[in-house]
């Protein structure tokens, strides 16, 4: 089984190259609406994720 540091790690990385895209439209809107929520939400999810701490 994969350690879950090298999962987070993983995660992250696709996390940055998504940031990393310059957006084509406006984003905003239609991230939050594909992700199901707001931007903000999605962001606090990353954080109040259980097992790590902030």
Known sequence: MRSRRAR???MR??????KARKPTKPTG???AYKQGGTIATTVSRKYSRPGRVA
């Open 29 to 31: 809107i239609s991230r």
């Open 8 to 10: 987070m790690r993983k």
């Open 13 to 18: 990385k696709s996390i940055k190259r998504t």
